[in-house]
């Protein structure tokens, strides 16, 4: 499956974002969607991840900020972050899990959050 994400930028602290990923290709029975991030130095870590039935897991550090969602019509997901600080600075990827395919990930999306 080929992911192509999109919406990231350079905003200020306290602004907002809206990433997307929308999944073509072999897109046959998408199972979990996500958001991960990597800062640099860092491993890559979970920000997000939503179920094909809609039941969202979201990382503590970003709980009551960012919001995940899907429109299965579309196999697209999306992370609404509102209330962004400068430690959200990382570049984003979009994952999707299969379970005929396994994972896929997209090319990732940086995000820069500005004090």
């Known amino acids: 499956v080929q992911l192509v994400e999109s919406g990231g930028g350079l905003v200020q602290a306290g602004g907002s974002l809206r990433l997307s990923c929308a999944a073509s290709?072999?897109?046959?029975?998408?199972?979990?969607m996500g958001w991960y991030r990597r800062t640099p130095g860092n491993q890559r870590e979970l920000v997000a991840t939503?179920?094909?039935?809609?039941?969202?897991n979201t990382a503590d550090s970003v709980k009551g900020r960012f919001t995940i969602s899907r429109d299965n019509a579309k196999n697209t997901v999306y992370l609404q972050m509102n209330s962004l600080k400068p430690e959200d600075t990382a570049v984003y990827y979009c994952?999707?899990?299969?379970?005929?395919?396994?994972?896929?990930w997209g090319q990732g999306t940086q995000v820069t959050v500005s004090s």
């Open positions: 994952n999707v899990e299969q379970a005929v395919y396994g994972a896929s």
């Open positions: 290709g072999n897109i046959f029975r998408i199972d979990a």
């Open positions: 939503i179920s094909s039935s809609g039941s969202a």
